[in-house]
């Protein structure tokens, strides 16, 4: 099996995608964080000390998005033309969900992107709260899904 991030001598590389067709790429991603349930009280009562944890994890996951070829050594820094990030509570985990949708025109896919806006936007709800929950279980990041459509579509 061929490996893309290899070349012939064995050494790590970036994929030449300058061949590749230019095409609207669209990545979604989602994760959780669950935490106890005082201190999911105190996330959704927007008592914690630093603030509103839905609304600053959602700006920091749309940062990470923007970052992300400069955390990921081989992925290709790309010009986003979206990026939303949904935190939202969800009393069932107890703790909170974080959808992120990520597009961009261009000849590789937005998956790093997406998934590193959720990493991220979890990780600042855990740093947000992890005085009133240290114990907090960051889960379940994953992709959800990816689309590439003509650049006319």
């Known amino acids: 099996m061929k490996l893309s991030h290899v070349d012939a001598a064995g050494r790590a590389r970036m994929v030449d995608v300058s061949g590749k067709p230019v095409s609207v790429r669209t990545a979604v991603a989602g994760g959780t964080i669950r935490m106890t349930r005082d201190a999911f009280d105190e996330v959704a009562g927007q008592t914690l000390a630093k603030g509103d944890v839905l609304a600053v994890s959602e700006v920091a996951g749309t940062l990470a998005a923007k970052r992300t070829a400069d955390l990921i050594p081989l992925c290709h820094p790309l010009g986003l033309d979206h990026v939303e990030v949904e935190a939202s509570l969800d009393e069932t985990l107890p703790g ?21 806006a959720v990493s991220v936007a979890l990780l600042t709800v855990y740093d947000m709260g992890k005085a009133a929950d240290p114990g907090m279980v960051i889960a379940e990041v994953r992709l959800i899904e990816k689309q590439k459509a003509p650049r006319d579509a």
């Open 96 to 116: 909170v969900r974080v959808r992120a949708t990520v597009r961009t025109t261009g000849r590789t896919g937005v998956e790093m992107e997406a998934l590193t």
